[in-house]
């Protein structure tokens, strides 16, 4: 990049690349492609790597590869998850591409290898780490090939592609390049432990299932603001005990041990004041009678997914809410629960309308300070569930 280019950049940093792009720049010294990209690299990296985007001098790979790189959050969850290693001699990122997760990950071993097929980002790779102060070994080759050869390490890291060789996305295990499933045995062989970062749209069990179950030794569901972002799985060659699954939403964790499922006690909602609606990571791992087990609350019913008690529980790891009504849906009892309620944030869980059609037919506005959750009890009754945010600091 020459330093026309680099001046164009630092005086378009906050500038609307769409309007750049129609626009366009008469100095035929400046490569506006490549500005663009930067310029829109840098606007991601304010919001999903800050620390990256503080630092002067890094570079931006083109857009696809920014939306699909980890956030920063999701990485320094991983570097948590690195740091588990009894020994930090060597970690192999089997999958570099524009090393954020990387970065993160191998801080603290003595030996860190990024290993990428693609060279424009090796590239961009081995002056990023250089900004970065990250003494990194860049290897640009096939990372089976680099399996193959290479000796014993640690921990390795491999997040597959999940996009064909026609950019569709694929979404069981198998389909994902490279296919871990295949080469299951050769990674315990090289390393001591393994982290796989999978689709969150994968069903956790299954992916245990395809890889062994007797080589996991853990699952980690990882949410940010309640948005499910990602499926990892740890390996070795001998855990130590069975398996746990920990769902991750920001800095909430719960942990649990699946077992066989077990019947759990479904309430008599007259009884109970306080709503439980779990965060993303819960309702993937669906350890519904695990998280009732934990918290001592019960379901409305087995397919809701909301729970209640009479008691608050002031750390349960999704919201919580007041239950200031209940009604059926029979018009006379929804005219006095919903007296002076003009506007309300639906949620339907188990439910045989869909918020915009129960929307329409309460004739309620979005938004305001009222909760409204339309479910089905375990009788099959269907109600509409009134209900105010808790204020914990309340309590």
């Known amino acids: ?43 991601t990296a304010r919001r999903k790597l800050p620390s990256w985007a503080a630092s002067d001098g890094i570079i931006y790979p083109p857009h696809l590869s920014m939306e699909q790189c980890s956030s920063e959050q999701t990485a320094r969850y991983k570097q948590g998850l690195s740091q588990q290693s009894l020994a930090k001699s060597v970690f192999v990122d ?21 290993v990428e097929r693609q ?22 080759g096939d990372s089976v090939e680099y399996l193959r050869r290479m000796s014993r390490a640690n921990l390795i890291y491999i997040d597959p592609a999940r996009r064909d060789d026609s950019g569709q996305r694929t979404y069981g295990i198998s389909d994902c390049t490279p296919d871990v499933v295949a080469l299951r045995d ?11 970062k999978l689709s969150p749209m994968l069903d956790w069990r299954k992916a245990v299932s395809d890889l062994g179950a007797e080589y996991v030794s853990e699952v980690h569901i990882v949410s940010v603001q309640n948005e499910c972002k990602e499926l990892l799985i740890v390996m070795q060659q001998q855990p130590a005990e069975p398996f746990s699954v920990y769902c991750v939403n920001d800095d909430s964790i719960f942990s649990y041990h699946p077992s066989p499922s077990s019947s759990n006690h479904i309430c008599h909602l007259s009884s ?56 059926t849906m029979n018009k006379r009892e929804l005219r006095t629960a919903l007296a002076g309620i003009q506007q309300a944030n639906i949620t339907v869980r188990n439910f045989p309308l869909t918020v915009a059609q129960l929307r329409q037919r309460l004739k309620m506005s979005e938004g305001g300070s009222t909760f ?13 569930l009134i209900c105010s945010k808790t204020n914990m600091s309340m309590v």
């Open 94 to 114: 089997l999958t570099g591409g524009f090393g954020v997760d990387f970065s993160f990950m191998a801080q603290g071993f003595q030996k860190a290898v990024y």
């Open 272 to 327: 109970f004041i306080y709503l439980y609606e779990p965060n993303a990571s819960i309702m993937k791992a669906g350890c519904f009678n695990d998280i009732a087990k934990a918290f001592s609350i019960s379901q409305l019913a087995s397919n809701s997914h909301l729970f209640t008690s009479d008691r608050l529980v002031t750390d349960f790891p999704g919201r919580v809410f007041h239950i200031d009504a209940v009604t």
């Open 372 to 384: 409204i959750f339309a479910t089905t009890l375990a009788d099959g009754s269907h109600v509409l």
């Open 186 to 196: 050769l990674l315990l062989e090289k390393a001591d432990r393994v982290i796989i």
């Open 1 to 43: 990049m020459n330093e026309t280019t680099a001046d164009f950049i630092r005086r378009h940093a906050d500038d609307d690349v769409r309007q750049l792009a129609l626009k366009g720049t008469k100095d035929p010294d400046v490569d506006l492609a490549i500005a663009l990209d930067q310029i829109a690299g840098r606007q």
């Open 119 to 140: 060279e424009h980002l090796c590239d961009i790779a081995r002056h990023n780490f250089e900004v970065l102060g990250l003494q990194a070994e860049i290897v640009c």
